[in-house]
């Protein structure tokens, strides 16, 4: 039985992934700014605090609803939120999906790669998740390149597999399995 709740505290020295607050509205702003974010997520094209604010309640929803669960990515020492990730739960038991963003400041710098790898582990650990599964645009490389210093093995492409903005998009997709976390 999966068992998604919001972890009690991980972070690794330089990153912590913790839940939204209504104090991360500048990370939400910036997100809104870049081009790719908005049209693959719900973060809002045209930024108003209230759009800011109706997007953080949304994270929190996610649990609530039973969806799955989103956090903010935060700088451990300043505490200040740069990112998003989440593990979405797919129709077929033990599975989620993981995404995620950086604001473009704080690309770069092995944030996401932080933020994959803590949250990779709870998933498949106290998350009893069997399977954690990325789907990536075959031109993201960045986003191919975090999946893969997690030990995401790539399985394929699927075809015109989503909807992005106005266009179809094929996906290749990565995955990692509670297995692979033991070897
Ligand atoms: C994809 C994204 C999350 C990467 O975040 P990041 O914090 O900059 O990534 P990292 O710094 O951890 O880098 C991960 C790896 O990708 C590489 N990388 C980063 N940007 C790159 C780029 N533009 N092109 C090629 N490789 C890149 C890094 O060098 C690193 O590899 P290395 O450790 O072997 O050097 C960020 O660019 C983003 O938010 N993009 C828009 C939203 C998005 O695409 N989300 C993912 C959808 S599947």
Known sequence: MTNLAYPP????????????????????EQAA????????????????????????ARQHARLTSG??????????????????????LRPQEGVAGIGYWIVP???RQGIVSRAISLTTAW??????????????EPDN??????????????EGRLRSFLTIGARRA??????????DAQR
Not at 33 to 56: F, H, N, S, W
Not at 170 to 179: E, G, K, N, P, T
């Open 170 to 179: 094929d996906v290749l997709v990565y995955s990692r399995i509670a297995a």
């Open 141 to 154: 490389l960045a986003s191919q390149r975090a999946l893969e210093i997690n030990g995401y093995l790539q």
């Open 123 to 136: 998933g498949l650990s106290a998350g009893n998740l069997a399977r954690i599964e990325g789907w990536v």
């Open 9 to 28: 505290a991980l972070h690794d020295g330089v990153v912590r992934v913790r839940p939204w607050r209504d104090t991360d509205l500048l990370c939400v």
């Open 67 to 88: 969806e799955g669960v989103a956090l903010a990515i935060a700088d451990q020492h300043t505490d200040q939120a740069v990112g998003h990730i989440n593990l979405m």
């Open 33 to 56: 700014q870049d081009p790719r974010i908005p049209v693959g997520t719900t973060v809002p094209a045209r930024y108003t605090k209230e759009a800011g604010l109706a997007y953080i």
């Open 105 to 107: 400041a704080a690309r």
